[in-house]
């Protein structure tokens, strides 16, 4: 792939739905790969508010093993999460409260890793006085995603799309 490629993830209920549409052209069929992560494999293991920590290092581990083996194939491309957890965050924490509501907001890795920083003291008993970030399974769920791609894929940022929208 190249870098004007473009590559959509979603994650539906039983499985992650990647896209790739090469040139960026997102008026041609894509090629699809679904990977064996669902919003239902990761509630098993996301089942507390704020998640345990227990909780987040089995299901980075889950995140790794779907994922991962795809890195190459999107390799230098634009990442865009379709996903309206993800997306709440990134309005709420990571400095995009100007962006308009709906509006692609793009997270790079301080920004995930800033997010994360933040779960990761809840889950380990931060009262939610002193953060009011989203913990709930599906938040938790879209941050680690996030997280994890921008890690082992090798990507600088993403394109978050509020998938609501």
Known sequence: MTGRDLVTLQILEHVALIQSYPGGDSSIEPASVAAPLGRAVLAATLRHDPPTPLELEHAIEQIEDALMPLRAQ???ARLVFANAALHALARAGAGANG????ADITLDMVDVETLFTRLAARANGRPATQDCL???PASSAALLVAREVLHHWGLGALTVRDAAA
């Open 74 to 76: 999107v390799a230098g």
């Open 99 to 102: 962006s308009a509501p709906g």
């Open 134 to 136: 989203p913990t709930d």
